[in-house]
């Protein structure tokens, strides 16, 4: 049986790290830390897809959209190994994104140790669609 490719979101989720509204802190710091590496020449980058924290099911719109995602070596592969689809090469977004994954990292590093009362508010709202992570 062959597994169905995994798509893009139509657009980045509401608690997208790379999406430019979304208050700094509600993922954890782990979480924030992978997503610079996919700033490095492609073939530096992870072979893993970066899948949607609201549904991982999903490819993230978000990681995508940021930069070309035809530079992206996990996208190449996915593609050509049938896990993703190939529209994943050509998806754009009008939403705002930050420039690249460090500049997401920093952004969503820099209240980490105490966030604001929205970031608390969308880290509620996180743990009720998905119980499964902490």
Same mark, same amino acid.
């Given at each position: 049986?062959?597994?169905?490719?995994?798509?893009?979101?139509?657009?980045?989720?509401?608690?997208?790290?790379?999406?430019?509204? $979304?208050?700094? @802190? /509600?993922?954890?710091? #782990?979480?924030?830390?992978?997503? *610079?590496? %996919?700033?490095?020449?492609?073939?530096?980058?992870?072979?893993?897809?970066?899948?949607?924290?609201?549904?991982?099911?999903?490819?993230?719109?978000?990681?995508?959209?940021?930069?070309?995602?035809?530079?992206?070596?996990? $996208?190449?592969? @996915? /593609?050509?190994?049938? #896990?993703?689809?190939?529209?994943? *090469?050509? %998806?754009?977004?009008?939403?705002?994104?930050?420039?690249?994954?460090?500049?997401?990292?920093?952004?969503?590093?820099?209240?980490?140790?105490?966030?604001?009362?929205?970031?608390?508010?969308?880290?509620?709202?996180?743990?009720?669609?998905?119980?499964?992570?902490?």
């Amino acid at each position: 049986m062959t597994e169905t490719p995994a798509r893009p979101r139509k657009s980045p989720c509401a608690t997208c790290p790379f999406r430019v509204n $979304v208050p700094s @802190g /509600i993922w954890d710091a #782990t979480e924030y830390e992978r997503l *610079a590496a %996919y700033d490095e020449e492609t073939y530096a980058q992870p072979t893993a897809a970066f899948m949607c924290h609201s549904g991982p099911s999903a490819v993230c719109a978000g990681w995508l959209g940021f930069g070309d995602p035809a530079d992206l070596l996990a $996208v190449r592969l @996915g /593609i050509t190994l049938g #896990t993703l689809e190939a529209t994943c *090469a050509t %998806y754009e977004t009008p939403v705002p994104l930050h420039p690249s994954g460090r500049a997401a990292a920093e952004h969503g590093m820099a209240d980490i140790a105490a966030p604001s009362t929205k970031a608390l508010n969308a880290i509620r709202k996180i743990v009720q669609l998905r119980p499964d992570i902490t």
